[in-house]
């Protein structure tokens, strides 16, 4: 009894030194609580101070339309669904056979042109030497003729000359007969050297007619030449690498020019994102930008900003709006960014072009 007592009694201001350190526990781990909370705080702080994020974002891409040059029967399709292709590789096949029959008509006409061309350069070289020739005929003839009617005139004048008694009438009527005759003569060769003289002129007009083959010439041959485009447009082959997107054309359909029969989607991909106006004050071209992108969290893109388009999107629309006519409501517009993608892509994981991300642009 004597010695519990002094232990009751030492026991008691232990449990009330216990009680009176509680609060004092509960201040620290209030003020710590606080103060983690506020250093959280002020770091989101200054960190989002410098950063300009969006979820109006997404990727971006070349998707080509691919359309036959030429209508025709589809022999054969030689791509599947989202398969890779590289340029130059055949995509489908449209059958040739009326192509090389037009082609085989173009060559008959090419040919045939050549041929008369080729005749109308002999009688042109021909044309050079006659027509010269016939011109020098004519005129040797009108000499001729010209001569003779001088001989022919100095015998009537002789006949006409002479006494009665030393001619008779008949010799007198066949000088003047003769007269007569070497003046037609003379008539019908200087006819003769006027049809000639325009030699020159034939000489260009049947240079002309070979001028005017060789047009005809060319033509065929452009016919030709268009012939032979049309049949290698038959085989439509990959204007790039890229993914086979939207096939719609099979085997035996017939396809019109321009008609979309699938899509190529190129291997170069960025991000498009629509950032607020009043982000942009301190968007600059080269800035770094993390992209989280929705489809593969697994991602961690890095990039940069490329350019910003120099027009909110509500200016290209089909109806931009009119803020000059009717009352007007102040709407806060979007500017497409473009953001090119530095690292961070796996060969492994498609990115297929208009998936959501994240883009978080690094102002500083």
Known sequence: MIDIEPEAKTSQPKAATSVASRPQTTKIAGGLVAAATLTGVLYF??????????????????????APQVAGLVASVDVNDNQFVHKGDALIHISQRPFLIDRGSAQGALDTAKAQLEGLRLGAEIARKNFPAQLAQAQAQL?????????AFADYQRQRSLPPKATTQQEIDAAAAALKQAKAQVALAQAQVLQSEPAPQRIGEADTQVGQFEGQVETA???LD????????????APQDGWVTKRN???GNFVAVGQQIMSLVATEVWVTANFKENQLAHMRSGQNVDIEVDAYPQLALKGHVDSIQRGAGAKFTAFPPENATGNFVKIVQRVPVKIVIDSGLDPAIPLPLGVSVTPRVYLK
Do not use: K, P, Y
């Not at 268009?226 to 082959?237: D, E, I, P």
């Open 45 to 66: 702080w200054l960190s989002s101070q410098n950063v300009e994020s969006t979820d109006d974002a997404f990727t971006d891409g070349h998707a080509i339309m691919i």
């Open 226 to 237: 268009q012939s032979n485009l049309n049949l290698s447009w038959t085989n439509v082959t």
């Open 221 to 223: 041959q452009a016919r």
């Open 143 to 151: 000499a001729n003729a010209q001569a003779v009617e001088t001989r």
């Open 249 to 251: 054309v099979e085997a």
